[in-house]
């Protein structure tokens, strides 16, 4: 089930959080990551429209949007991946907002792969500020018959 975030699920949300970036960017240090915990509990998580799956009442995934276009967070529990929740998770937000940016890692080849078969494209090329890793910017625009 997808809902919208409680305040209450802030340390499930965290929990999965480190977990899934740490597993995900093996390229980047650790450190990084711990390092960036309290900025994202405290201010971008808050400051972002985010929603959560849940199965059963254990939350699985979340996605979170900021500034009414950009994901800044798309984290699917390993054990539950390849089951069409990400998906999911997108298609809540398309249907929310009609264009969208994200971030994505060049090295995060799953994630970079399933963002392309969901009808994003690379928009720009970008040095990451903080790790000096390429990233990509990529973006989602719905078409004029509101398909995606």
Known sequence: MIRRYQPDDIDALMQLWLTTTIEAHPFIAKEY???????????????????VYTDNGKIGGFISVMEQQFIGALFVDAALRGKGIGKALINQVKEEYPKLLLEVYKENTPALEFYQAMNFQI?????????????YIMGWVMDLRGLY
């Open 33 to 51: 990551w711990l390092e960036s915990e309290p900025l994202v509990r405290n201010v971008y998580i808050p400051d972002a429209t985010t929603w």
């Open 123 to 135: 928009v720009s090329e970008q040095p990451h500020p903080a790790t000096a890793r390429v990233t």
